[in-house]
């Protein structure tokens, strides 16, 4: 049980996280099980980072946390944002060309100005929130952004044959993926009942309409697409709290 939690806080966190042994591939996909806890408990340091900057002004008290939250994630979803807007729009809508840029290590112009966009949203978002004694909102996001990763590889395809995505994908536990997925929704309902549908009704409109591009383009999801999803949901999530 706590092998594959590890392996979780592991993947998703830049924590001093040592696991005893080489994790098996039944490990790593029972990790998923655990995304939304890892979500929440890095959702937990922020919020708890922005009431020990409460009496920051709250611009610099945003950028301050911005800067925690990648820190935190190692921008780990900031690459696979990037990864897949290069190859999104270099790609000219060709299946085995997209997924050759996405495969290149380097960041093409298009990659970092989809990590600009998602800073400065970021950014915004958390300052109108600041302002608005609203960081539950930031809690939620960060959590929302993790439970949509095990319910992306529950129904769509894995399109490529190796790596750590591959064995999430071939090993995840299926049925207690959908309990946990229904457990976070109703967690998210219970702490925070005033917007918290509209939140989760912005995820769900983010994550359906990013899989249906990732299944029209590549037939599926990767890694970096999967990453794309996280960020480009925690920024509507926070985006939704905002203009509601």
């Known amino acids: 049980m706590i092998q594959p939690f590890l392996i979780a806080l592991q993947f998703l966190t830049r924590l001093p996280v040592r696991l005893k042994s080489q994790p098996s591939e039944h490990d790593i996909g029972r990790s998923l099980l655990y995304y939304p806890l890892v979500g929440l408990l890095i959702g937990a340091l922020l919020v708890a980072s922005s009431w020990l900057l409460s009496d920051t002004p709250p611009f610099v008290a945003a950028a301050l946390l911005v800067t925690l939250w990648v820190i935190l994630t190692g921008g780990l979803h900031l690459d696979g944002l990037a990864d897949s807007a290069d190859a999104w729009i270099g790609g000219m809508g060709d299946r085995d060309k997209t997924l050759t840029i996405m495969k290149d290590p380097n960041c093409g112009p298009f990659g970092v100005v989809a990590i600009l966009l998602v800073l400065q949203l970021k950014l915004a978002t958390l300052h109108a929130l600041f302002v608005n004694d609203a960081p539950i909102v930031l809690f939620i996001a960060v959590i929302l952004g993790r439970t949509l990763l095990p319910l992306l590889l529950l129904t769509t395809p894995y399109v490529r044959s190796h790596g750590l995505g591959s064995a999430l994908a071939r090993h ?73």
């Open 172 to 244: 995840q536990p299926r049925n207690l993926s959908i309990i946990v997925v229904i457990t976070t929704i109703i967690f998210i309902l219970f702490i925070y009942t005033v917007n918290s549908l509209a939140l989760i009704m912005a995820a769900a409109i983010v994550f359906l309409s990013v899989r249906a591009s990732m299944l029209h383009r590549i037939g599926g999801t990767t890694g970096d697409t999967a990453g794309a999803l996280v960020e480009i949901t925690e920024v509507a999530v926070l985006l939704a709290a905002v203009l509601i």
